[in-house]
């Protein structure tokens, strides 16, 4: 199929760095966070989140999502995810050390 074996190396090699650099899903989401806990969770002067339990960082986003926490910023942020993704936010930010 390939006429140049360099060519063929070279694609494939690109292919292969190119999926190395996809960062972990909920990596992503955490960059809306950064301001006040960081997108490791260790950010400044607010609650750490790294390491907590994803299960709670999960309740807790869920609760400030229902409104039942007021109608603050934090709720505002949450209300902008998706269950799934305010799964993989919590399992990141829980990963974290």
Known sequence: MWKSPVLATLLSLTVVGAQAQVAAP???LASNCF???GTNGKGPGFDSLAGKSSNE???DLKEFQSGKEGNGIM???AMAYTDAQLK???AWLSAQK
């Open 57 to 59: 960082i999960y309740k």
């Open 26 to 28: 909920g990596r992503l």
């Open 75 to 77: 709720a505002k942020h």
């Open 88 to 90: 993989l936010l919590s």
């Open 35 to 37: 301001q006040c806990h």
